[in-house]
């Protein structure tokens, strides 16, 4: 069974840069997509990013070259990154996997909540 | 770029039925895979329907998807419905260059 698990700073300060890890286990991240969503609380969800296990990657255009989604091949995760964070950034963010058979998301991590503020 | 348009709740009581459903501003509902996620408090969000009536295995038959290319809309069904289907629903699709886009999620409440 495949579990994901995020992990980073819970309190990012305005301005600065938000990173958070997806540790993968139960499985390989070769051979697949890899997703970072976000919830802010309350509210609906927001999808952010894919990265390939390769590299390759395609960003939500509205934010704006803020993100960057990579991976580690050798430890088996993959990593976000989201620049330039404001309180508009505060969510619940998500790691899931993508089905490429199923076309869904049918892995997802617990969520850890990010909250920026000074 | 189109949006997917939800109500915002819908209630109904247990044993009834109830459809969710969920509008493509532009673009033709069908022309990408529609998916639906339940999200119970607390929780993250799990498949329903996967490309647009697709049931993932453990997902009761209680649950089944539909498309509307009249109103270009899709539709979420659940029949039957049991206390534990309280939660929120939300919709999900692609635009034409693979970007996810998510409906603004529909609360059910079984009363």
């Known amino acids: 069974q495949v579990q994901l698990q995020e992990s980073g700073p819970g309190l990012v300060r305005p301005s600065e840069t938000l990173s958070l890890t997806c540790s993968v286990s139960?499985?390989?991240?070769?051979?697949?997509?890899w997703s970072w969503i976000r919830q802010p609380p309350g509210k609906g969800l927001e999808w952010i990013g894919f990265?390939?296990?390769?590299?390759?990657?395609n960003y939500n255009p509205s934010l704006r070259s803020r993100p960057t989604i990579s991976p580690d091949i050798s430890k088996n995760h993959f990593s976000l990154r989201l620049t330039s964070v404001t309180a508009a950034d505060t969510a619940f963010y998500y790691c899931?996997?993508?089905?490429?058979?199923?076309?869904?998301?049918?892995?997802w991590g617990q969520g850890i909540l990010v909250t920026v503020s000074s | 770029n189109f949006v997917l348009t939800q109500p915002h709740s819908v209630s109904e009581s247990p044993g009834k039925t109830v459809t969710i459903s969920c509008t493509r501003s532009?673009?033709?509902?069908?022309?990408?895979?529609v998916q639906w996620f339940q999200q119970r408090p607390g929780s993250s969000p799990t498949t329903v329907i996967h490309?647009?009536?697709?049931?993932p295995s453990g997902v009761p038959d209680r649950f089944s998807g539909s498309i509307d290319s009249s109103s270009n809309s899709a539709s979420l069904t659940i029949s039957g419905l049991k206390t534990e289907d309280e939660a929120d629903y939300y919709c999900?699709?692609?635009?034409?260059?693979?970007?996810?886009?998510f409906g603004g999620g529909t609360k059910l409440t079984v009363l």
């Open positions: 899931t996997r993508y089905s490429t058979a199923l076309h869904t998301f049918d892995y």
């Open positions: 999900q699709s692609y635009d034409s260059n693979n970007h996810v886009i």
């Open positions: 139960g499985g390989s991240i070769n051979g697949y997509y």
């Open positions: 990265m390939y296990y390769t590299g390759s990657t």
């Open positions: 490309e647009f009536y697709q049931r």
């Open positions: 532009t673009g033709s509902i069908g022309s990408n895979h």
